[in-house]
């Protein structure tokens, strides 16, 4: 569920902007992102890396994929994430320490999970050698 309302966060941003801000001018917006506001680039590839996985976030969609290519797709997660700390500091209206915040939270969690996967791999090689 969280990530579902990371998602609708990212759709409610992402049409504030379309809607609110450019008044749906999708040449305006090509404009904007690519000339003026180049940090727009990076939240709208974050918001396409989620959109897969908020579509396939269903049991239905785990049991078709099968278990190991749905967590595989859903690793896309981590490359979401970090372009969504890199949209929010170059968006460059906050100062930088709030930006840093984000990023070292976001790499303690990837440390974490690094650190977690390791000691799944050790437990289970050491469980196959016990059982040789």
């Given at each position: ?5 990371g ?31 180049p ?20 049991n ?73």
């Amino acid at each position: 569920m969280l990530g579902l309302f990371g998602f609708f966060y990212g759709f409610v941003h992402l049409a504030t902007y379309v809607w609110l801000d450019q008044y749906f001018d999708f040449g305006a917006i090509l404009k904007d992102m690519f000339l003026k506001r180049p940090f727009i680039i990076t939240g709208f590839i974050s918001f396409l890396l989620m959109i897969p996985l908020a579509i396939t976030s269903t049991n239905k969609w785990i049991g078709r994929l099968g278990g190991s290519r749905w967590q595989m797709l859903h690793r896309l997660i981590y490359f979401s994430t970090a372009s969504g700390v890199l949209h929010y500091y170059l968006r460059g209206k906050v100062e930088i320490g709030r930006a840093a915040a984000y990023a070292g939270l976001l790499a303690v969690l990837l440390a974490f999970r690094g650190w977690y996967a390791l000691q799944r791999r050790r437990s289970h090689s050491a469980a196959e050698m016990k059982a040789v």
